[in-house]
Nanobody, 126 residues
Framework: QVQLVESGGGLVQAGGSLRLSCAAS????????MGWFRQAPGKEREFVSA????????YYGDSAKGRFTISRDNTKNTVYLQMNGLKPEDTAVYYC???????????????????WGQGTQVTVSS
């Protein structure tokens, strides 16, 4: 089992920044990739960003490109999402997810992940 706890959400004005954290615990040695997703009220879950647990490759959804940066600290078993230039349309609950099995699905698909955090609310005011 892997437990994920997100933090860092909150209320911010448009143009502001937030850094989300996702701390993993439990069988973290089995994690091979981490992702961030978000879901706004009445909308489907949306891929935000992902990275492998080792290596430098990172992936971003169209809404995140150029504004968000994913990073990780393996010593702390923590993944971060730095969000700059926030817009009201970024308002959503943000979830982190961990993958422990190698699957054919892309890291952009929620189906590839085995564990999910409880989510953290991000609200961007105009």
């Amino acid at each position: 089992q892997v437990q994920l706890v997100e933090s860092g959400g909150g209320l911010v004005q448009a143009g502001g920044s937030l850094r989300l954290s996702c701390a993993a615990s439990g069988r973290t040695f089995s994690v091979n990739a981490m992702g961030w997703f978000r879901q706004a009220p009445g909308k489907e879950r949306e891929f935000v960003s992902a990275c492998f647990w080792t290596g430098a490759n990172t992936y971003y959804g169209d809404s995140a490109k150029g504004r968000f940066t994913i990073s990780r600290d393996n010593t702390k078993n923590t993944v971060y999402l730095q969000m700059n230039g926030l817009k009201p349309e970024d308002t959503a609950v943000y979830y982190c997810a961990a993958r422990t099995q190698i699957r054919a699905q892309s890291l952009r698909s929620g189906l590839t992940y085995d564990y999910w955090g409880q989510g953290t609310q991000v609200t961007v005011s105009s």
